[in-house]
């Protein structure tokens, strides 16, 4: 048995974790900063960065307590040094090497991406791999094929905003509370999702990347009208809102399953796997398991803690990159890009 601990600093999310040989999660601590960033509408990076360092020790601690280990039994330190907000990369990062130096512990490395795309296989009793792994975030839209953990390789992403930072910015202009995402999940159950006819864009037949800035503003210029940005708002009923709630995410929920599920047929595998902030969606995972079904394919979606941004998928990478001997030394830097 491999035991390590996992930190994630990489954006609002202070998170520690302990994870036995890539799968078995023994703790999964996260302490959010949601009560710090909604007055502002959105994560403020230096509020951000200054709520991990009050925290990382703390969580840490609970992790190793709630795990019931000490740590001369957890043999590596595994930490996201990419992508993310800098300062709260640099946070993690240093805090992690801080404790590889200290405890004379094998020191990792991980891409946040990386993560969520075998978040699925988290707690699992059998692996979904090889898969189509569609990950959608605040920040990121991708897809991936996963033939095991040590294989990943990109298929394609977003070139603009991506699914998540679509749907913050459309609840802002319906003038719903952060964060935006769960906003419009829990309005769009009251809605018609055929009443707006929003844009799909596609990027050609065969694309594998996402475009979601151009749906964005089809619904800036419904709410306000064209070359307005404001003073629609009054207008609308709450059924109206709750409408276009419902069209908007459809037309995401529409381009998101259909990329994926043609991603599956051009690499040939049976199985689709959804993580990220995103794949908490009600309606993706619904319509996702809907269209996998029609076509005979396995789908699994990263349990529900796993979708957040947790340490728990940190501390599975960072098993298989110890594994192959994929170290970082003390000189390991945060990478925002």
């Given amino acids: 048995m491999t035991r390590i601990l996992g930190i994630e600093t990489s954006c609002d999310e202070t998170a520690a974790a302990v994870v036995d040989d890539g799968v078995h999660v023994r703790s999964n601590v996260v302490a959010s900063q949601f009560d710090l960033h909604a007055k502002y509408g959105g994560v403020v990076p230096?509020?951000?960065?200054?709520?991990?360092?009050?925290?990382?020790?703390a969580v840490v601690r609970e992790a190793l307590s709630a795990a019931g280990c000490g740590r001369d039994e957890v043999e590596a330190i595994a930490v996201t040094c990419a992508p993310g907000l800098v300062g709260s990369l640099l946070i993690g990062v240093t805090g992690a090497k801080t404790l590889a130096w200290a405890w004379g512990k094998p020191l990792v490395g991980v891409h946040h991406i990386e993560a969520h795309a075998l978040s699925p296989a988290l707690g699992a009793e059998s692996p979904p791999w090889p898969a189509a792994a569609l990950i959608a975030s605040g920040g990121h839209?991708?897809?991936?094929?996963?033939?095991?953990?040590?294989?990943?390789?990109?298929?394609?992403?977003?070139?603009?905003?991506?699914?998540?930072?679509?749907?913050d910015k459309v609840a802002t202009i319906l003038g719903l509370p952060y964060p935006g995402g769960?906003?419009?999940?829990?309005?769009?159950?009251?809605?018609?999702?055929?009443?707006?006819?929003?844009?799909?864009?596609?990027?050609?037949?065969?694309?594998?990347?996402?475009?979601?800035?151009?749906?964005?503003?089809?619904?800036?210029?419904?709410?306000?009208?064209?070359?307005?940005?404001?003073?629609?708002?009054?207008?609308?009923?709450?059924?109206?809102?709750?409408?276009?709630?419902?069209?908007?995410?459809?037309?995401?929920?529409?381009?998101?399953?259909?990329?994926?599920?043609?991603?599956?047929?051009?690499?040939?595998?049976?199985?689709?796997?959804?993580?990220?902030?995103?794949?908490?969606?009600?309606?993706?995972?619904?319509?996702?398991?809907?269209?996998?079904?029609?076509?005979?394919y396995a789908f699994r979606p990263a349990p529900m803690p796993y979708c957040i941004d947790n340490a728990a998928m940190i501390a599975a990478v960072g098993y298989y990159k110890l594994r192959r001997g994929e170290l970082a030394g003390l000189d390991l830097d945060a990478r925002p890009h």
């Avoid at 230096?46 to 020790?57: G, N, Q, T, V, Y």
């Fill in 46 to 57: 230096e509020i951000a960065s200054r709520a991990h360092i009050e925290r990382l020790d």
């Fill in 141 to 167: 839209t991708s897809l991936y094929h996963v033939r095991d953990p040590d294989h990943i390789e990109l298929l394609g992403a977003t070139t603009d905003d991506a699914a998540g930072e679509a749907f």
């Fill in 182 to 296: 769960p906003q419009i999940d829990r309005l769009a159950r009251q809605g018609d999702p055929k009443r707006y006819d929003f844009p799909r864009t596609w990027l050609g037949r065969d694309s594998l990347d996402f475009s979601f800035s151009g749906i964005k503003t089809a619904v800036m210029y419904e709410v306000h009208g064209h070359g307005r940005t404001s003073g629609g708002l009054e207008r609308l009923s709450p059924q109206d809102l709750a409408d276009l709630a419902a069209s908007f995410q459809e037309a995401v929920v529409e381009v998101l399953v259909r990329k994926t599920l043609l991603a599956a047929e051009r690499i040939g595998v049976r199985s689709v796997v959804t993580g990220g902030g995103v794949a908490a969606n009600s309606r993706l995972r619904q319509a996702m398991q809907e269209a996998c079904q029609s076509k005979g």
